[in-house]
Nanobody, 122 residues
Framework: QLQLVESGGGLVQPGGSLRLSCAAS????????IGWFRQAPGEEREGLSC????????NYADSVKGRFTVSRDNAKNTVYLQMNTLKPEDTAVYYC???????????????WGQGTQVTVSS
C-alpha cells in the first residue's frame, strides 16, 4: 500500500521554526516528485514547493520563498519541509503528496498524506 505520513506540526510563536516530515511507505521517494501543500480554513489547497526525483526544488508560492526549504533523506525515505520565520498567516493544515512530475496543481498528485496542523500564534 502506497502511503505518506506527515508529522511535525504544532503550535509555534511568530518568528519561530518547525520542520515537517513526510515519510513514505510502499514506494521509494526518490523515484517521484513530492509536493508540499497547505490549506487554511475556508481556502483552497495551495501548492508551496515540490522536490523533483532528481532533487531539484521548484517553488510555487511567493509567500514562502526564502523561508521554507524542502529536502530529502533517501535512507529514511522521508522528505522534509523546513519552515522558518513563521507568520500567523502560515497557519494551515500542511500536506505532502506524490506525483510523477512536479506541479503546483493538486490534481497531478495521486497519493496524499493525512495532513498535519501548523498553528502560528502568540
Amino acid at each position: 500500500q502506497l502511503q505518506l505520513v506527515e508529522s511535525g506540526g504544532g503550535l509555534v510563536q511568530p518568528g519561530g521554526s518547525l520542520r515537517l516530515s513526510c515519510a513514505a511507505s510502499g514506494f521509494t521517494l526518490d523515484y517521484y516528485a513530492i509536493g508540499w501543500f497547505r490549506q487554511a480554513p475556508g481556502e483552497e489547497r495551495e501548492g508551496l514547493s515540490c522536490l523533483t526525483s532528481s532533487g531539484t526544488t521548484i517553488n510555487y508560492a511567493d509567500s514562502v520563498k526564502g523561508r521554507f526549504t524542502v529536502s530529502r533523506d533517501n535512507a529514511k525515505n522521508t522528505v522534509y519541509l523546513q519552515m522558518n520565520t513563521l507568520k500567523p498567516e502560515d497557519t494551515a493544515v500542511y500536506y505532502c503528496a506524490k506525483s510523477r512530475y512536479c506541479s503546483g496543481s493538486t490534481f497531478r498528485y495521486d497519493v496524499w498524506g493525512q495532513g498535519t496542523q501548523v498553528t502560528v500564534s502568540s
